[in-house]
T-cell receptor
């Protein structure tokens, strides 16, 4: 079965420190992966997609098919990065079903 | 450009009742999907509609149903409510399919008492 694993419930770092939010997946085909973020009292929003190979708010994520991982990284954490982060893969014939991980709370301390 | 709009924001229902939730997607978006979010199970896919057709369905009992109208607006219905149906129900829309990423609404918080 398709599965997304985020092993850390909570990641706490100091401002200016590097951040790596881990995501591993299990998928039988070619996965399409996403990171979504939910800031306090805001709606869930798309952060980035692996197909775009983009950097959003300083975050990047590289798909490693060998390790079946899609870790989210940022070299220098900022306090405004504190939020819940969800890794998700796109499943279904039309890629229309998102399978989410359990989420990781990122807390950036000053 | 207006985002995904869900109504109502909050609902309190009694066990055994039924409930209908509404979702208006972003203008031009034809794919609408629904998710249930709970502290225990996280985010779980309910179903997805495209051009009024259900294309995919998650592992939920038949009490959970939905539909999409010609203007892409969608509703989901839960019949014979159970306490375990208490959750945040999220609607998301996309232009065609999920590969471009979905835009989520703020959700409807359903409490079953």
């Amino acid at each position: 079965a398709q599965r997304v694993t985020q092993p850390e419930k909570l990641l706490s770092v100091f401002k200016g420190a590097p951040v790596e939010l881990k995501c591993n997946y299990s998928y039988s085909g070619s996965p399409e992966l996403f990171w979504y973020v939910q800031y306090s009292r805001q709606r869930l929003q798309l952060l980035l997609r692996h197909i775009s190979r983009e950097s959003i708010k300083g975050f990047t994520a590289d798909l490693n098919k060998g390790e079946t991982s899609f870790h989210l990284k940022k070299p220098f954490a900022q306090e405004e990065d504190s939020a819940m982060y969800y890794c998700a893969l796109s499943d279904g014939e039309y890629g229309n079903k998102l399978v989410f991980g359990a989420g990781t709370i990122l807390r950036v301390k000053s | 450009k207006a985002g995904v709009t869900q109504t109502p924001r909050y609902l309190i229902k009694t066990r055994g009742q039924q409930v209908t939730l509404s979702c208006s997607p972003i203008s031009g978006h034809r794919s609408v999907s629904w998710y249930q979010q709970t502290p225990g199970q996280g985010l779980q896919f309910l179903f997805e509609y495209f051009s009024e057709t259900q294309r995919n369905k998650g592992n939920f009992p038949g009490r959970f149903s939905g539909r999409q109208f010609s203007n892409s607006r969608s509703e989901m219905n839960v019949s014979t409510l159970e306490l375990g149906d208490s959750a945040l129900y999220l609607c998301a829309s996309s232009l065609a399919a999920g590969r471009s990423g979905y835009t989520f609404g703020s959700g409807t918080r359903l409490t079953v008492v």
